[in-house]
């Protein structure tokens, strides 16, 4: 009942061509559509719905919007009532707005990011099928990625002015749309001050996460990849391609994630990841970083904070 | 080679020609080819001076402004550098291809917000 996992993102790219090559060559996605007004529609190979990703051609970098799917479509009335009475705007849109979904929410974080909900999306199937499928299919481009795992929202955080969008975010996200804490990292002389929140919806180590920062942006969006073979693999593939990487394999404290940074070519960041790390079940215990050991907690074999990873980032509106 | 374009070996042309790029303020120097980014140069050859972000032209933190010289530019986010900075020398490393010898002004950087105490970002 209620959010079952993410959606989409929909990304601005400045060079849809360069995207296209990025997102189907270098991710490996497969391109299901382009609309009359330019939008790409991608899905990677082991997803069923028609897309994960929605590139949109425009003349800056950034995230557009997040959308998560619900179990039910009475869901997507249970969670209206629920915003408002939290004292939040949601406006419902009717089916086909939310381009090939059924009627959606559409309403913002307390960070400004804009959230979709819907519960119905065009179904197209993976590329292995549902009858005594094969373990992966031959047509595999680039890194192969399974799918489109979570997001990292930069959420702003200035604590002198009594401003915490991450703590808004984890508090809106808890209590309207039934996300539970995993991890979070404390920060400041007491440690008062929360400075990630990491969420889940089902039993994955993360669905969202929300990390602090002077102002909203897309730190980054993630995809899954099997194991610690398919991670070398992806990053042989990023070289191949002269795509830029922001961190080469390595693995996180916070999720336990086997990882790759990089970047797409109008500089939204991504993330290749392998192993789900642990089972987050609902009475699993929250596990807390402090801001003295935030170096392990991002990078767990360096213990090191590099700056472009911290500082570089995209508009997230 | 383009950034962002697979490898493959291919006989030099035009665009391997070697320009001379400077940095005003530290007098920093090194070549760089016509097909390659000014920063992507620069950070192949283990320079420094030019902040180095995302290499896509959204990030914004390798703003530059061309003070000698010109350059071709590629699509750059217009949060960071618009048609009317753009007309007056300022680019982005990342997207700004040598034309000829060039002098150049460091702009961007790393955005250290209030809140670098609180650990992250």
């Known amino acids: ?317 | 080679m383009a950034d962002g374009e697979p490898r493959q070996s291919m006989p030099a042309q035009d665009g391997a020609r070697l320009h001379r790029i400077t940095l005003r303020e530290t007098g920093e120097s090194y070549a760089c080819a016509g097909d390659r980014s000014l920063l992507k140069a620069m950070v192949a050859l283990g320079r420094r001076g030019i902040p180095s972000g995302c290499h896509g032209g959204g990030c914004g933190v390798c703003k530059i402004r061309v003070l000698e010289g010109s350059v071709r530019c590629e699509a750059m986010s217009r949060s960071h550098v618009s048609v009317e900075e753009q007309a007056t020398g300022y680019a982005l490393a990342c997207r700004a291809y040598p034309l000829s010898d060039v002098v150049l002004e460091v702009v961007g950087g790393m955005r250290k917000g209030l809140t670098r105490r609180y650990g992250l970002l």
Not at chain 1, 37 to 50: I, Q, R, S, T
Not at chain 1, 77 to 84: F, P
């Open chain 1, 1 to 317: 009942m209620g959010v079952m996992r993410i959606g989409h993102i929909n990304l601005r790219v400045l060079d849809m061509q360069a995207a296209l090559r990025h997102y189907r060559d270098v991710l490996g996605m497969v391109p299901t559509d382009e609309d009359h007004k330019g939008n790409v529609y991608l899905k990677c190979w082991d997803e069923w719905d028609k897309y994960s990703v929605m590139l949109s051609p425009a003349d800056r970098a950034g995230m557009n919007h997040v959308a998560y799917k619900v179990e039910r479509d009475s869901d997507l009335d249970d969670i209206k009532a629920r915003i408002r009475d939290y004292g939040r705007e949601v406006e419902e849109l009717a089916p086909g707005e939310l381009p090939y979904c059924g009627r959606a929410l559409r309403f913002k974080m307390p960070s400004g990011h804009l959230m979709y909900l819907y519960a119905d999306k065009e179904f197209v199937g993976t590329s292995v099928g549902t009858l005594n499928p094969d373990p992966w299919p031959d047509d595999i481009r680039g890194a192969g990625a399974h799918w489109l795992d979570h997001v990292l929202l930069l959420c702003e955080l200035n604590p002198e002015a009594g401003v915490n969008k991450v703590v808004e975010n984890e508090t809106f996200f808890r209590d309207v749309l039934g996300f539970r804490l995993t991890e979070q990292l404390m920060a400041g002389p007491d440690k008062s001050v929360k400075a990630l929140a990491f969420m889940t919806v089902s039993i994955k180590p993360h669905d969202i996460a929300f990390v602090g920062g002077p102002c909203n942006g897309l730190h980054h969006c993630s995809f899954f990849l099997e194991d610690w073979g398919d991670v070398l693999r992806a990053a042989d593939v990023m070289g191949k391609n002269r795509v830029k990487m922001d961190v080469t394999p390595q693995r996180h404290g916070i999720t336990r994630g086997k990882t790759i940074y990089f970047f797409d070519p109008s500089g939204n960041r991504n993330e290749t990841f392998a192993g789900l790390g642990y089972a987050a079940y609902p009475d699993m215990p929250v596990i807390t970083w402090t801001d003295d050991q935030i170096g392990s907690a991002i990078f767990y074999h360096t213990g090191e904070i590099h700056e472009a990873f911290t500082a570089v980032y995209t508009e997230g509106y």
